[in-house]
């Protein structure tokens, strides 16, 4: 617990030699090394391990800045007229969402007047229907799609929701109904 306790509060001040992990010893060393304190001084028992595989002492490289970094005010500047940029192009987009709302709004009021005046010459608003309550299914946008052989049928093939029928006059046996069911995916009805 105390070796990983100074590894999180400590920096290392040590460069790792990667050139010298070779073995799996070595690894294990290195693991070793890794729970000594980050400035492990001469006197320690395992300074000559630490010694082998890290370069000591290692001095500090200084912090480089670019020059000439900015003042507190340029930064207060950029700063202030980022957010002013961001502020103009949410009032831009307000203005242009009350635009919408406000032609919508119109519309809407435009349809009511009209239908208001339908109804004072027809004596009753206008029929409309309410798509979203519409529920369609196959049978209700599409009629069913049928050819017949002729005379008295006793079945017929059919695929997907069934708005396809091929009747046929004679029930094809149980060979050709499974090989046609399973290969092409055409079912087999008996006509009740």
């Not at 073995?23 to 729970?35: V, Y």
């Not at 500047?77 to 709302?101: H, R, T």
């Not at 396809?164 to 092409?184: A, E, G, I, Q, T």
């Amino acid at each position: 617990m105390r070796c990983e306790r100074e590894i999180m509060t400590e920096r290392l001040n040590h460069k790792l030699d990667i050139s010298k992990i070779k073995t799996l010893t070595d690894i294990k060393n290195l693991f070793e090394c890794m729970c000594l304190s980050s400035n492990a001084s001469e006197e320690h028992e395992k300074y000559e391990l630490l010694k082998e595989y890290f370069t000591l002492p290692n001095e500090p490289q200084e912090l480089k800045l670019e020059l000439p970094r900015k003042s507190l005010e340029e930064i207060s500047q950029e700063f202030d007229e980022k957010i002013d940029k961001q502020i103009e192009d949410v009032e831009y987009k307000f203005a242009q969402l009350k635009y919408y709302q406000e032609y919508q709004f119109s519309k809407k009021i435009t349809r009511i007047i009209e239908d208001i005046e339908y109804a004072r010459k027809n004596g009753s608003f206008p029929a409309k229907l309410d798509y979203s309550k519409l529920i369609a299914t196959g049978g209700n946008i599409t009629s069913n799609f049928v050819i017949k052989e002729g005379g008295k049928e006793v079945g017929y093939y059919t695929f997907g929701s069934g708005y396809f029928r091929y009747y046929k006059r004679d029930k094809p046996n149980s060979v050709v109904r499974f090989c046609m069911n399973k290969l092409l995916d055409f079912r087999w009805v008996d006509e009740k």
